[in-house]
Each structure stands twice: as structure tokens, then as C-alpha cells.
């Protein structure tokens, strides 16, 4: 799903129409979504949203798809339209007065331009007249911090052009666009003394980080600046219009992607006089690093550790603070180590504060509100910094793009036939394609592919691509291979254990800069941390004295998990064991509650296997703990126990991290606790990692698997190939997948939204219709192609186990749903349960419907919602409800296009049906001559009718009237809801003559948004004191006032009252 667009030029609009939505109850969100499954509600010539998209959107993914599918103004007019179908009178009045005020100011909503935290890339848009000049600009910058968006781009201007918004650009680019190159700096501000000498001193305070930060020997540079990078960079802090708040920038990205390199470049332009001079007065670089050691001080001290002569110009400062900008990177290290809170707002510039509230006070703009601010941020810190800044523009740095990356690595190799064997193994695993993402991280996994390369031919077939743990200790193992002899085995090992335990801390503790007394603390000693610093294992921290931090945060990962495959007992925090410290990562791991653990964990199932132990033990000379695939062994037990794999637990990385280990055993003993799995395959790193698990859960109960992907391209070369046999690989990765359909012990599977080929589809089904596959409940909810019913009907074909199935959201026209049913009605199925909603079912679909009521002994849930049914459909079925043979209980025809014609049928099935127990028909047009009729049936003694919904069926006070009149004489009726209709007070008074009866046995009643006043709560009030029945009462969406409410209080407080809910 795309990430949220504005609705307008101004966040507010977006912002209040998601609060409108927000405020829906969980039943009016619901009618929200059908409202926009309704033809007649959508904009002209509007297309509706999936139902498979909607049934599970929350308020803000239901407001991005209707951005997404109405675009523009026409985003309002929907909803606007659908709440007015729901009787949301009070909401549609601030609704259209919004709408009006909107026009008035001239910002129609859009879903074009880029809107205070719009979460996009380099967000941003060109008016018409520099659109070419402007995009050359963008390609520039993106180039120089390794990604292109021109595709993004011209989606963004087709989308703008497409509502009308040409004349929009030009506003909606005040944020984040590029500036025109031609256009000129504003004249330089006046040049003081004492700003030149501050400028002097920060440029040599750079240029010393840049010549601090060590790179590899072989370490390839891809770019040389280029002499307009001032313009891109320009870019970045294009000034916005008159009356806009002060900018303020959040430069996103992973670990060592170039976020600090671009902020830094960003200053030192500045500092060099070539950037900003005319914008800005003074530029300041606060660096979390240094930030971290400060102890209690204040903003203008902080201000002054940059200052020539210490003395701030305080008063200059802020006299101006618009000509201010603050660069702010790794502000997450001080945070995410500290709660980061400030006593109270202040904007005392004296006040002695610890360093972390400082930066809060200046992230919320509380010290300086007009100054502009860029701040830096890694994912899990950018979190955390958003809920701080103010309106933030984010803008995305993705590093090296995937031509970056390849031609990294053919320079890194040298040899292209090798290269091109490299990036084929490379190819096979995303998590090892997006890791090189980061620079060093690319140098690291090229560095141990080359290693890897080198102990055997390049030309020898490798279908799976190498796993991250086995490069990164093939790297490590020869760097030490070719180390000076104190850092490889022997008397090193304890220095070794303490490194791995430093890293772990610093995991735990989100630390990632160490100082020195944090490596006294671990007794490691001074030539062996200078040795880690040759080897770039670790770097010094440029900006912070005596600090020294791992080269690439992927580094501390693989020693942190190292530290937990090391023979010990004693935990990295020091109080709590190790093994206790394992199971709690574990679990923050495979629940997403850490973010910092995600790859740690999969080191650590990586260097589980004993090749790598093997050889991380003789080159460290550390003794690896043989007890530590068993204590994983014991987490896995305690999860079964627990029940914890069924809350928030990614199945998927489990698995990952299983195929990390590439030990076929240890994952059959972990996954033999395993009772149920929640699987997204999205690419071929997915199927191979399920591939290689899912065959060993043979105690497997419970599998939802999404295949969101086409499992087979095209194949556009010939046999033999290498993408020929990475085809034919995946074929076999996909049948190890469904032969775990036919483990005998699969009970319940859901492959709903999966994409499947044609020959990816026949081995499903082929697994489906084994005698050995025991499945009872199968959701089949839009799975493409629809062609594969068919198949799956011929392998149902007698199928004695199965008692669930769930066909919604394909399309069962005339070609595919008469051979379905056929087969479903065979003399020796089993079905119980069968869901067909949504489904495209017309009237002439029916009649093989209607058949297999009769010919299905057991089938005892019928439903078919959101089908365009109509009277003619509804007659073929009534025909066969009212067969001995047919056993129907629920019936659910809610939205099915019928009218008052179709109650004639329903109630003369009702009269005759000893089964049928529970209709749904809310959303269908009956009106009061339908219910009329439908009372005809319900007031008969034997009429076993007991749930009956007729929300949202135009029913008026008349039809009221009727259903009283029936209830007097049914004494089987349970719930009855009539929500959404025009009962009005007068309607409730009739319902009510009859609960006070004794001889009514309604337990539920429903009169939502019924447009009821305290009129109604006299009656009411009455049948709460005195029915024996009734336990439930929906009056939301009533406008009953105080008086009604207390009139209904009194009787609820006595102990006579029998209701248990009131909504």
C-alpha cells in the first residue's frame, strides 16, 4: 500500500478527515467500507476498492486507499457520500463545511505535493516551467547519495496533471523541492569578524571528522563530488513560502548509508563560503557522538564548544533566529540511552539541563522555534525523533542503488565472469542485496564473497545464495589469518570475550559509541583495541576523543550474537545469566518489540552450525558453548507452552533464521514444537527459506500462506541455463511447500491473496487432492488465476474431510461456478461451512446453488454477501430451502440486491423450513411491504426462526408495527436487529408493547442510529425493569439527551434487570 498523500495543500485536511475516521465505532467503520462497495455512493465514474483490500483496513490504510482509488477532490466527495448514507447528519454538516472552507482558501484537496511528514523519498514536485531543469538538478543529488526517483517523479506530475493541479506545483514544492540551478544565491549577508573566524574554526572541525574516518585499503569509491553539489545540496533547504513555519528536515536511512556524509558535506559547504551564505547566518553541526559525554550544561554553552573564543554571540543569535540552521546527527544515541525529558518549556538559552533535554527543547523548537533544523536518524531512531519534531519533510537516503552495487562489485572482483557468478549467488537473498545498501556493509559482503569465490571454482552450480553469517566469518576469520599475533589465538581469547560482550551490551542498551571507560570496564587492553582499529573492526569516533564505535553497526551485531555461542554463563549486563538474557532477545526479536535484535539473532542461528563455530573457535582461540543449540532448544519448547507463536510472532524470520543455519536437523527439532505458521512470500529469498522449514513442521495444525508474488517468470533463455535452473529450482522449492499439506496433521489452511502460475497452481492442488491431506478448513479468498477453481473442484470431488471453505473474493461467474458446485455436492462430501461473498454471483448462478443445498446432507452455513443476487437469485434459493433433504441453519444474504419480491420467497421458506434458524439481510432494500411479508411467516408458532438482521433495509415505523405484531406470537425469536432505518420513537414504542410481555424471549435487539430522541427511553426504560429476556441493547447513534440517559439509568440500577450490554 502506498504511504500516505495529502489530501490537500494543508496537513490539517488530511489530518482532520483521518479523525473523522478515527471516531467511527468498530460497526460504523464497517458500514463505512460496504457504503464504499455501493456503486451509486462512489464518484462518477469511480471504480470501487477490493474487498480483500478493505475488510482489514484500519482508518488510516482505509484513507490512503481512498486517496489512492479517488484521487483529489473526488477523496472527500466519497466519504462524504458514504456518510451520509449511514445518517452521520452532524458529521456531514463539518464535513461539507470543511469542504467548503477549503475551496474557499483555495487549496482544493489533492492527493499531489509534499505535506509535513509525507514518508517519501526525497518527496517533492516541479511546476510545469521547471520541470526539465529541475529534474536534471534531482538527478544530481540523488545520484550523489546513490538513488534515482525519476519514476517516482513522473507518477508524482501524471498524478498532479491527471486532477487538474497543474497550477498546483509550484505550491506544492515549497517543502522539499529542487531548486532552478539558474537561480542565484540571495545576497551574502555582511561578513563579521568573529563569524569568519567561527566559520574558519568549523571548517577544519570537519575536514578533521573526514580525515579521522578510516575506509579499507580495497575499499572502492564509487563518485568524486561533483563542482555543483552546492545546488543539490541547496536543494535540501529550499526556503518555503511566505508565512510558512521554519523548515525542518529528517534525513532518513540504515545504518552507513551516507546520512552524516551528506550533513556534513551540507556544513562544510556552508563553512567554505559557497552554500547558504545569503540564507543562513550561522550553521551549527551537534553531533550525538559528542553530545552523549557532555554531563549538565546549557544551550549556549552547548553553542560555545564550536566558538573560537567561547564567547557566544548570544544576542546576534537571537536577534535573527531565522538565519539559524542546526544539523543535527545521531541525535537517536542520546535519546534512545536517556528518557530525553525537560522539566518544563523554556526557552532560557542559561538553564543548566543534561545534554538529552537540550535536544529535545531544540528538536520541539522550543528554544529556537524559527530557527531551520535537519536532523539525522537511522529507522528505529527516526521513530522516536518524529514523535519530537514539528511537521518534519523526511527525506529517504537508500545509498547505493542496485547498479551501485553490482558495479561494486565487479570492480571490487575485477574478473566479470567471476563478478557475474558473485551477483548470481548475491541475487538469491534480498536481506544480503539490501544489506549492501551501506557502503562498508557492501565492502564487508564483498570482501567475504571473494573469500568464498577464491576456495573453489566460480564456475561450480551454487542454486542458494551464501547466507550473511557464513561471509561475514569467512572475512573475519582471515583478517585475523593475516593479523599480528596478538589478536589471534591464544592469550587473546579473553579479549575477544570481552569485545563480543561489549557489543552485546551496547545492543541491550542501544549504545553504539563506547568511551574509554566503558572499555576499561571490560579490561580490554590498549594494543589489542588498536589492533581491531587496523583491521577497521573498529573505527575511532571523529568527533568524540577516546571513543571508539564498531565500523558498520552490522560488526556489533555479529559479535553480539557471537557472545551467545561462547562457552560462559554470565550475561553481557552482568546480573542476569546468559541464558536468560538469549530467550528475552529472542523474543524481542521474532516479536518486532527491538529492532536492534532482528540481525543479531540471525547471526546468531547462523554460527549455530558447526562449520562456522569451527572455525570462529580456532581463529579467535575462544571455546564455542556446546549447549547453546540446546538452550534454542528449550526457548522453542517454552514458546509451545506458552502459546506465544500466536501473538505478533514472525513465522517468516523464524524461518529465516532456521535457513541461516543451513542444519536441516536443528531446524526439524525447533520447528517440531511448531502448532502454527502465518507466512507473506514476496520473493524468492521467502520461498526458499519456507522451502526449506515447512517440510520439517509435521506437527503443524494451523498454516495461512499469501504467495504475493508470481513464482514463475517468463523464461526467456534456453535449457540449461543458469536462470533455467534457478526456474526449475523454485519449482521444487514450492512442492517442498505443499508437501506439507499432506503431513496428515494440517488442519486448517488459508491461501488467500495468493498470486500463482499455472504450473504453480497444478502442484497446489495436485497436494490438495491426496488422499493423505486432512485439511477441514480451507480459505481460497482471491487467489488468482480464478481458473484454479476448477482444478481445486475435481480434487474436492469427494472429499470426506473438509468442512470449512471459504471461495470469497473470486469471481464465480458463469463459466466457474456451476462445475464448483457440482463437485461440492457430491453424495460423499463432508461440507458444513461455505462462504461465498463477494463473489460476482448473478441470478443464473443460483440455480447450481440452489442444487447443492439439497445435495449436501451436512452443509449447515450458507453465506453470500455482497453478491448481486437480486429477486430472481433469491427465488431459485428459497426453492430449495424448503426440501426435507436440505439442513440449512444460517443463511447471510446481507447486500444481495433484493427487494421486496424476495420476501414472498424467504417467508414462504421460513413457513416451511424446520432448519433454518438465523437470515441475515441487512443492506437490502426491502422496505415495509418486504417485511410485511416476512412477518407473514415470523408470527406462525412453528416458525423456528431465531436471529433475524434488517439494519439498513428501509423499514419505517409501519414495518415496525408488523415485526410486534409477529413477535406476539413467535416464541422462538432471539435477536432481532433494525438498526439504521427510520424506526424513530414511535417504532420503538410498538417494539416495546411486546418485550414487556413475559412471553417474549428476545435476548438482543438493535437500534442503532435509528433516529431516536428521549421520546423512546420512557418505553425502553419500562422493558428494562420488567422482560426476563433481554440482555442486550444497541442504541448507539441516537441523539437520546441527557434526560434519556438517565431515564434508562434508573432501571439498570436495580437487580431485577436482567441486561447484561448497552451500546
Known sequence: MASPAGISGHDGARAQLLSHLRRLDPWQLEDFKLGLQCPELLPAGARRIPW?????????????????????????????????????????????????????????????????????????????????????????????????????????????????????????????????????EPAALEETAHRRRYRERLRTRILALWDRTPWPEDHIYLRDVTQREHEELRGLLHPRGPGAPPLTVLLEGAAGVGKTTLATKLVLHWAEGVLFRGRFSYVFYISGHRLAELGDTSFAGLLALDWPDSQVPVEELRAHPERLLFVIDGA??????????????????????????????????????????????????????????????????????????????????????VADEAWRRMRGSET?????????????????????????????????????????????????????????????????????????????????????????????????????????????????????TFAHRSFQEFFGALFYVLRGSQGSLGGVPRHQEMRLWLNHAFADANPYWRQTVRFFFGLLGADLAGQLEEALGCQMSPGAADELLDWAEELERCGAVSAHFDFLWLFQCLHETQDENLARRVLN????????????????????????????????????????????????????????????????????????????????????????????????????????????????????????????????????????????????????????????????????????????????????????????????????????????????????????????????????????????ALRRSRSLTHLNLRKNNLGDGGV????????????????????????????????????????????????????????VRELCSVLKSPSCVLQTLGLEKCSLTAVCCRPLSCVLGSSKSLENLNLLGNDLGPDGVSRLWKPLRKSTCRLRKLG
Open 332 to 417: 537517536e544515541e542520546v535519546l534512545l540511552g536517556s528518557d530525553g525529558s525537560a522539566s518544563q518549556p523554556s526557552d532560557d538559552w542559561y538553564q543548566e539541563l543534561p545534554a538529552a533535554s537540550i535536544l529535545v527543547r531544540l528538536l520541539k523548537k522550543e528554544l529556537v522555534p524559527e530557527a531551520t533544523l535537519l536532523v539525522t536518524a537511522g529507522p528505529p531512531g527516526g521513530r522516536a525523533l518524529r514523535r519530537l519534531l514539528l511537521s518534519p519533510c523526511r527525506v529517504g537516503i537508500p545509498g547505493f542503488t542496485e547498479g551501485d552495487r553490482r558495479e561494486y562489485l565487479r570492480r571490487f572482483l575485477g574478473d566479470p565472469d
Open 432 to 548: 544480503l542485496v539490501r544489506s549492501c545498501a551501506a557502503p562498508l556493509a557492501c565492502w564487508a559482503v564483498c570482501a567475504g564473497l571473494k573469500r568464498q569465490l577464491a576456495a573453489g571454482p566460480a564456475s561450480a552450480p551454487a542454486p542458494g545464495a551464501p547466507t550473511p553469517t557464513s561471509l561475514y566469518a569467512r572475512l573475519f576469520c582471515s583478517l585475523l589469518a593475516e593479523a599480528e599475533p596478538g589478536l589471534r589465538a591464544g592469550s587473546s581469547a579473553g579479549q575477544w570475550r570481552a569485545v563480543c560482550s561489549l557489543a552485546a551490551e551496547g545492543l541491550w542498551l542501544a549504545a553504539f559509541t563506547f568511551a574509554g571507560d566503558a572499555l576499561e570496564r571490560r579490561r580490554l587492553e590498549a594494543p589489542f583495541i588498536d589492533g581491531l582499529l587496523r583491521l577497521q573492526i573498529l573505527r575511532r569516533v571523529s568527533d568524540c576523543e577516546h571513543c571508539v
Open 673 to 908: 514444537h511448531l502448532p502454527e505458521a502465518d507466512l507473506d512470500i514476496q520473493g524468492c529469498e521467502h520461498l526458499r527459506v519456507s522451502s526449506f522449514c515447512l517440510k520439517h513442521c509435521q506437527k503443524l495444525r494451523k498454516l495461512r500462506l499469501s504467495v504475493s508474488r508470481d513464482l514463475e517468470k517468463k523464461r526467456t533463455s534456453g535449457l540449461g541455463t543458469p536462470e533455467m535452473r534457478a526456474a526449475d529450482f523454485q519449482m521444487h522449492q514450492w512442492e517442498d511447500i505443499c508437501s506439507v499439506f499432506c503431513s496428515g496433521n494440517l488442519s486448517e489452511l488459508d491461501l488467500s491473496n495468493s498470486k500463482l502460475s499455472t504450473a504453480s497452481m497444478m502442484r497446489l492442488c495436485l497436494n490438495l487432492g491426496n488422499p493423505r491431506c486432512r485439511l477441514q478448513k480451507l480459505a481460497w479468498k482471491s487467489v488468482s488465476p480464478v481458473e484454479g477453481l476448477k482444478k481445486l473442484g475435481l480434487l474436492l470431488h469427494g472429499n470426506h474431510h473438509l468442512t470449512h471453505l471459504d471461495l470469497s473474493s473470486n469471481c464465480l461467474d458463469a463459466s466457474v461456478s456451476p462445475g464448483v458446485f457440482r463437485m461440492l455436492g457430491h453424495s460423499a462430501c463432508s461440507l458444513k461451512y461455505l462462504w461465498l461473498e463477494k463473489g460476482n454471483l448473478s441470478a443464473a448462478a443460483c440455480e447450481a446453488l440452489a442444487s447443492l443445498l439439497t445435495s449436501t446432507p451436512r452443509l449447515t452455513r450458507l453465506c453470500l454477501g455482497l453478491n448481486p443476487l437480486g429477486n430472481d437469485g433469491a427465488r431459485l434459493l428459497c426453492g430449495s430451502l424448503t426440501w426435507p433433504a436440505c439442513v440449512l441453519q444460517r443463511l447471510e444474504l446481507w447486500w444481495c440486491q433484493l427487494g421486496a419480491p424476495s420476501c414472498r420467497h424467504l417467508s414462504d
Open 52 to 184: 480483500a483490500d478493505l475488510r482489514a483496513a484500519g482508518p488510516a490504510d482505509l484513507l490512503c486507499l481512498l486517496e489512492e482509488r479517488y484521487p483529489g477532490r473526488r477523496t472527500w466527495e466519497a466519504a462524504l457520500r458514504v456518510f451520509e448514507d449511514l445518517r452521520l447528519s452532524s458529521l456531514c454538516e463539518r464535513l461539507r463545511a470543511e469542504l467548503h472552507g477549503e475551496r474557499a482558501a483555495g487549496a482544493l484537496p489533492g492527493v499531489c505535493g509534499v505535506l509535513p511528514d509525507c514518508g517519501s523519498p526525497l518527496s517533492g514536485s516541479l511546476p510545469d516551467g521547471l520541470w526539465e531543469s529541475g529534474a536534471r538538478a534531482r538527478e544530481r543529488v540523488l545520484e550523489y547519495i546513490g538513488v534515482r526517483f525519476q519514476h517516482e517523479l513522473r507518477l508524482c506530475k501524471g498524478a498532479c496533471l491527471q486532477c487538474g493541479q497543474v497550477d498546483k506545483l509550484e505550491e506544492m514544492s515549497q517543502v522539499c523541492r529542487l531548486q532552478d540551478p539558474n537561480q542565484e
Open 932 to 987: 410485511k411479508l416476512l412477518c407473514a411467516a415470523l408470527g406462525r408458532a412453528y416458525c423456528a426462526l431465531q436471529s433475524l438482521n434488517l439494519s439498513h433495509c428501509s423499514l419505517t415505523v409501519a414495518g415496525c408495527c408488523e415485526l410486534a405484531y409477529a413477535l406476539k406470537r413467535n416464541g422462538h425469536l432471539k435477536i432481532l436487529d433494525v438498526g439504521n432505518n427510520a424506526v424513530q420513537d414511535e417504532g
